[in-house]
């Protein structure tokens, strides 16, 4: 694809790898709530395989929309984050290069996502959601960082994931 910069499939296989590590700690929020539906564990497992060195393919697309379309289905706000992070890990491998602060919720989503989860369990503290975009930070290597830095910053959004998300990326452009 012809974009404002290049990405390479390297490059794409971190941020691919930083979703999935995101999602991974979260799946299980929606396998509790929705045991019988596997659309967010095969977007993750499609994930971690791009992530691990395979060419990105249909599957990554397949899985990441199945798993938003069980995100829409999933009966609480929890159980939602968990299932759209998983599918933002396998769609990653498709993040566009154009310079585009929408963009900037492909790389950061699944973890903004896993910290308000994070806010969730813990009776909706503040706090929890604060430790959980610090082990995000801290797993942001330095090339994820450079990727992030192409694109404009993430957009203000009014929701808790979105201010998380914009919390998460100022914390790793400074």
């Not at 929890?128 to 290597?141: I, K, M, Q, Y």
Request: charged residues 25%; positive net charge.
């Amino acid at each position: 694809m012809t974009g404002d910069f290049e990405l390479t499939d390297d490059e794409l296989r971190v941020v691919a790898r930083y979703a999935a590590e995101s999602a991974q700690d979260v799946l299980p929020v929606f396998e509790q709530a929705c045991p019988g539906d596997p659309r967010p564990r095969a977007a993750l497992d499609a994930a971690w395989t791009f992530a691990g060195g395979a060419r990105r393919t249909r599957l990554q697309r397949v899985t990441s929309l199945d798993a938003h379309r069980a995100a829409a289905a999933a009966p609480t706000e929890a159980a939602r984050l968990a299932a759209q992070a998983a599918g933002d890990a396998a769609s990653a491998a498709y993040l566009h290069p154009i310079a585009k602060a929408h963009q900037v919720g492909h790389i950061l989503r699944a973890a903004a996502n896993a910290a308000r989860i994070a806010e969730l369990t813990a009776g909706d503290d503040p706090r929890a959601g604060d430790a959980s975009l610090e082990l995000a930070r801290r797993r942001a290597t330095n090339v994820l960082v450079d990727v992030l830095r192409r694109y404009p910053p993430a957009p203000a959004g009014k929701s808790r994931p979105a201010a998380l998300m914009s919390a998460l990326d100022a914390a790793l452009r400074a």
